[in-house]
């Protein structure tokens, strides 16, 4: 299922008091993921948004916590694009440990111009590269 995936270490500011992660933290994580990805399929976001002009915000975003993750854990990332529309971007996200599924996530990001903040198709190059990593079928259905 995964393109691409980033291991990372749950930090003591990724908590809450309990020691337990933080969910906001975890998007923050998740977002770092996501950049990540563009960078590896060649349009990295300073690119993108400073040369480029190009934003890529997300319009929807859904969270299915299974388990609990504490500080310290050792967690791994996964993102996999599931779908590429005319101005959108379909991502399936997998949080994963050790002992399994810790949480996932469907988000979809916009293409938009910085210049007016509307929605624009994707670029050709862009678009190119994006459907090169699009997965299909059981390849979207991590476990």
Request: proline letters at 6%; aromatic letters at 10%; charged letters at 20%.
């Amino acid at each position: 299922m995964t393109l691409f995936s980033f291991d990372r270490e749950l930090r003591f500011g990724d908590c809450d008091p309990s020691g337990i992660a933080y969910f906001p933290s975890y998007l923050n994580i998740l977002n770092g993921v996501v950049e990540e990805f563009w960078a590896v399929i060649g349009f990295p976001w300073p690119e993108l948004i400073t040369v480029r002009r190009i934003g890529t915000p997300t319009v929807h975003l859904t969270c299915d916590f299974s388990r609990p993750s504490k500080f310290g854990d050792r967690l791994t990332f996964g993102l996999c694009v599931v779908k590429v529309g005319r101005a959108s971007l379909h991502l399936a996200h997998v949080v994963t440990a050790a002992d399994g599924v810790r949480w996932r996530a469907r988000q979809i990001l916009a293409a938009t111009s910085l210049v007016d903040h509307r929605a624009i198709p994707w670029p050709d190059d862009v678009r190119a590269a994006l459907m090169s990593h699009l997965q299909t079928g059981e390849e979207t259905t991590a476990s």
